[in-house]
């Protein structure tokens, strides 16, 4: 069965440090990935996904992903983290044999000034 | 505007008592589906459906039920059987499998 590692509950950062939300997963074939933000009370906003190419993908608000597929990892980067990152972000793979999508447990990411 | 959505934003329930949530899509997505959120619990999976009249069960459906008779709704009602229904409760949207999902503002559901 496919799943999703998020081994961080929490993950502190100070303002204009780099910072890394950590993600593994566990699929059978190639994994469609993703990353998802929450803000309190809200839905989720994507943020990036990976499904083929590069293994460094680019995505919204300055946000990118480094796919790698011997550590079966998806970690979460940006080079300067900012307080308004401060959220929670979900890590979550689409399993191809039933189109269930499937989440990891959340990071909650505190970005200090 | 396309998107998704929720009603209503806040909903309170009497013990013993079932409540339908209501989801909306304009987008024209297939693929619908409910998960509920617990603190510390990330979302657990309640159901999915890929076409009309077609659903299937996710990792946590006992006690929740659905439709979904026309592509642009999906709802889903909290029985009198779900023991803890105090949740957060998001309905997510998405066509092809290698796009991702939208997502709803999700509702939250109190059990007073």
């Known amino acids: 069965a496919q799943s999703v590692a998020q081994p961080e509950d929490q993950v502190n950062v100070a303002e204009g440090n780099p910072l890394t939300v950590k993600c593994t997963y566990s699929?059978?074939?190639?994994?469609?990935l993703f990353w998802y933000v929450q803000y309190p009370n809200r839905g989720l906003q994507f943020l990036l996904k990976?499904?083929?190419?590069?293994?460094l993908v680019k995505g919204s608000y300055g946000f990118e992903a480094e796919f790698n597929k011997s550590q079966t990892s998806f970690h979460l980067k940006k080079p300067s983290a900012l307080v308004s990152d401060s959220a929670l972000y979900f890590c979550?793979?689409?399993?191809?044999?039933?189109?269930?999508?499937?989440f990891g447990k959340g990071t909650r990411l505190h970005i200090l000034p | 505007d396309g998107g998704i959505t929720q009603s209503p934003k806040y909903l309170f329930r009497k013990e013993g008592q079932n409540v339908t949530l209501s989801c909306e899509q304009n987008?024209?997505?297939?693929?619908m589906y409910w998960y509920r959120q617990d603190p510390g619990q990330g979302l657990r999976l309640i159901y999915y459906?890929?076409?009309?009249?077609?659903?299937q069960k996710g990792d946590i459906a006992e006690g929740y039920s659905v439709s979904r008779e026309k592509k642009e709704s999906f709802p889903l009602t909290v029985t009198s059987a779900q023991k803890n229904p105090t949740a957060f409760y998001l309905c997510?949207?998405?066509?092809?499998?290698?796009?991702?999902?939208?997502f709803g503002q999700g509702t939250r559901l109190t059990v007073v």
């Open positions: 990976y499904i083929t190419g590069d293994n």
């Open positions: 997510a949207s998405s066509t092809f499998r290698d796009t991702e999902a939208f």
């Open positions: 979550a793979v689409r399993d191809m044999a039933n189109d269930k999508i499937i």
């Open positions: 987008l024209n997505h297939d693929a």
């Open positions: 699929v059978s074939g190639n994994p469609y």
């Open positions: 459906s890929q076409i009309v009249n077609d659903f």
